[in-house]
């Protein structure tokens, strides 16, 4: 498969997604624990293949996944043509509340 050039954002998200699925084979409680993924997010992502990956990326597009969004494992199992507008509407980590003196 031909895949078109990719720009910084798509190129580190992939870069870390596959990083993250090798560390996960070869060390699952520390890529776990140095990537603040919980279980769930760590079984799903070592179910993807790696067009899976190349293709939510293409999708996601300009919004990075990482840090780790607190939406990422809702992200990845929706259909790979929602995964765009999704990480578009939804923060990748809620706002902290606000303080009023």
Not at 25 to 53: G, P
Not at 83 to 98: D, I, M, N, T
């Amino acid at each position: 498969m031909v895949h078109e050039q990719l720009t910084d954002v798509e190129s580190t998200n992939l870069r870390t997604l596959c990083a993250i699925r090798l560390g996960i084979e070869q060390d699952r409680v520390a890529t776990c624990a140095k990537f603040a993924l919980n279980a769930a997010l760590a079984d799903h992502l070592t179910t993807l293949s790696h067009e899976q990956l190349w293709s939510i990326v293409a999708h996601v597009g300009q919004t990075t996944l990482f840090p780790p969004r607190l939406d990422l494992l809702s992200l990845l199992e929706a259909p790979v043509p929602l995964v765009g507008p999704l990480a578009a509407v939804r923060p990748p980590r809620p706002s902290p509340p606000l303080s009023i003196p």
